[in-house]
């Protein structure tokens, strides 16, 4: 039997010795001669203990089989093809993808799919990169390319970057936004192999690329939170949105980096509020005794509460949470620059611990510039910055 151009050597039922062909939808599972397989351009340069992956096959056997092309070139699986050279394998186990077929979605669907490794589901994306390329423009030559009368036409029919991830994740049994994650955790990697590098293996070992993807951003977002500048100056109006650690299943872990209650303390506040000052200080409802140490070592006095009502339940131990707290506190003596705002508020629920726009229209108008936001996730207009949210204090 012959997949494309390549004779393979179909993997054999060891109780009787008869050779028979195993299908997995179009598919081919089978042996191939390892001086057939065409390694090319691959971007790993140092491929790690081959010794003791090699030790490891040879005790379990191969779980995984290579992944290629139909004309040989290798898709995934360098290092394991490297072990089984190191053992003296003349033929090494192969699954054979069809590009092409993933591109225009006519692989087959079954039941009984081969489980790819997190990473070699992104290397198969990556060799699926030119093809698709070349199939928009093709599609584009069809349709009159990009005419200015038929430009809105053509993009439709090219397709988007989300409709190319949501075929590649069909073909391999997760869907577009899985594999961007994937994508997410293999170039962090690639960038620095010693910091994000043990993130892939505990990815495919685990088979788990949420709380993989989950643990990355809290790495990359405590990275750029120890990059980040003080800002210069001394400001009247502090928001601070802690990244509190959480207790006793209060809500599921953040996507961003948390902080201990006794490097929060150590917060050069003080240094950056004016002798005159307002401060607002976000809390949830677990943290709200932390909170208070906080403003008192800042060197703020309390004064009260404002609650932000959100539309729809939370998550919560005993309560679902609906609403989150931001304490307000002074130093010095000074006054809100109006009377007429009511301790509570409501506005719809955002995205990254992102706080709402509603928040910042009542810190405007009751309190004075300069401002500053600290551990901001976004720009405002008007406001200095601080935090892993954003690229630099503004």
């Known amino acids: 039997m012959t997949c494309s151009a390549l004779t393979l050597d179909l993997l054999p039922v060891p109780a009787s010795n ?14 191939l001669q390892i001086t057939k397989i065409k390694v090319r351009n691959r971007y790993r340069k140092n491929l790690g203990d081959i010794g003791s992956l090699a030790a490891s096959i040879k005790e379990l056997g191969l779980l995984h089989p290579i992944v290629i092309r139909p004309d040989g070139r290798l898709i995934a699986g360098e290092r394991r093809l490297a072990a089984c050279k190191k053992l003296g394998w003349k033929t090494v186990p192969v699954t054979s ?3 092409k077929e993933v591109v225009k979605g006519e692989f087959a669907e079954n039941a009984f799919r081969k489980n790819f490794l997190p990473s070699e589901i992104d290397a198969i994306r990556r060799a699926l990169e ?54 997410a955790i293999m170039e962090a990697a690639k960038a620095k192999p010693r910091k994000f590098g043990p993130l892939v293996a505990e990815m495919d070992h685990r088979r788990s690329i949420d709380s ?5 951003r809290q790495m990359l977002d405590e990275e750029h939170r ?4 003080p800002p210069p100056g001394r400001y009247r109006t502090l928001v601070v949105d802690c990244p509190w650690e959480y207790r006793g299943g209060e809500r599921s872990t953040p996507v961003y980096s948390t902080m201990p209650q006794s490097d929060l303390l150590k917060l050069p506040i003080k240094d950056w509020a004016d002798d005159q000052a307002h401060l607002y200080l976000w809390v949830t409802n677990g943290n709200l005794k932390d909170g208070l140490e906080l403003m008192q070592a800042w060197g703020f006095q309390y004064v009260t509460m404002l609650t932000w009502i959100k539309p729809t339940l939370g998550l919560g131990r005993y309560f679902r949470t609906t609403t989150e707290q931001v304490l307000f506190g002074t130093r010095g003596q000074l006054v809100t620059r109006v009377h007429d705002i009511g301790t509570h508020f409501a506005a719809p629920k955002t995205t990254h611990s992102e706080k709402p726009d509603a928040f910042y229209d009542i810190v405007e108008r009751a309190s004075y510039p300069p401002f500053l936001d600290v551990f901001a996730r976004k720009r405002r207009r008007g406001w200095a910055v601080w935090g892993a949210g954003v690229s630099r204090a503004a």
């Open 97 to 99: 993808v069809n590009l």
């Open 212 to 216: 993989v993807y989950r643990k990355l």
């Open 130 to 183: 030119p093809y698709e390329r070349a199939a928009a423009k093709e599609r584009q030559r069809k349709h009159g390319g990009t005419a200015p009368g038929r430009r809105k036409q053509s993009r439709k029919i090219s397709g988007s970057e989300g409709d190319t991830r949501d075929k590649i994740g069909s073909f391999a049994g997760i869907s577009g936004k899985s594999l961007s994650k994937i994508q």
């Open 226 to 229: 120890l990059s980040v500048k």
């Open 18 to 31: 008869v050779i028979i062909p195993e299908r997995i939808g179009r598919r081919l599972m089978a042996r």
